[in-house]
T-cell receptor, first 113, second 114 residues
């Protein structure tokens, strides 16, 4: 059916607030990735989920970042105590399996003021 | 660690001109190589890929050949169109590991005028 969807499309928040970003992967895709796209750093990997396995969190930039994937489907990326340097476009991607083509969502543009 | 370097833009061309966007990589293993494209206001889309040395990926008139000896995966198109204006990202992944994240280059902005 539909591709990867993300919400909200845009989020403006004040420094110090917490934000939650949502990703709905393609139905049946077992692998889910979060990336961040910023002017200074380009596209960076954040975290990866595969089925019911423990997530690969090796790309998370600080302990203010966390993510969950409920029921092997929807994922939420949470940023606590946001900082201005967190301003970026957060992209979600899913794939059928861990070695398959990744399909990207449209992203959430986060602006921290 | 693994990395991807691609030419900085912006690249500005006239319609029907020849396009080359250079991409080189550093990897410890035998990566798969990709070109992704991001059209204005849209998400990242896979343009083409190659999974082993000497493979040629092609799509929509774009081509790239996996060159192990020069660790390169340059993107080419013989005649660009205005609709090709977008940001192009070269990327790699390690197929030996399940779920390995994509490692991207910084992106090259292409602007084609009529």
């Amino acid at each position: 059916g539909a591709g990867v969807s993300q919400s909200p499309s845009n989020k403006v928040t004040e420094k110090g607030k917490d934000v939650e970003l949502r990703c709905d992967p393609i139905s049946g895709h077992t692998a889910l990735y979060w990336y961040r796209q910023s002017l200074g750093q380009g596209l960076e990997f954040l975290i990866y989920f595969q089925g019911n396995s423990a997530p690969d969190k090796s790309g998370l930039p600080s302990d203010r970042f966390s993510a969950e994937r409920t029921g092997g489907s929807v994922s939420t990326l949470t940023i606590q105590r946001t900082q201005q340097e967190d301003s970026a476009v957060y992209l979600c991607a899913s794939s059928l399996g861990g070695r398959d083509e990744q399909y990207f969502g449209p992203g959430t543009r986060l602006t921290v003021t | 660690g693994d990395s991807v370097t691609q030419m900085e833009g912006p690249v500005t061309l006239s319609e029907e001109a020849f396009l080359t966007i250079n991409c080189t990589y550093t990897a410890t293993g035998y990566p798969s190589l990709f070109w992704y494209v991001q059209y204005p206001g849209e998400g990242l889309q896979l343009l083409l890929k190659a999974t082993k040395a000497d493979d040629k990926g092609s799509n929509k008139g774009f081509e790239a050949t996996y060159r192990k000896e020069t660790t390169s995966f340059h993107l080419e198109k013989g005649s660009v169109q205005v609709s090709d204006s977008a940001v192009y990202f070269c990327a790699l992944s390690d197929p030996g590991q399940a779920g390995t994240a994509l490692i991207f280059g910084k992106g090259t902005t292409l602007s084609v005028s009529s």
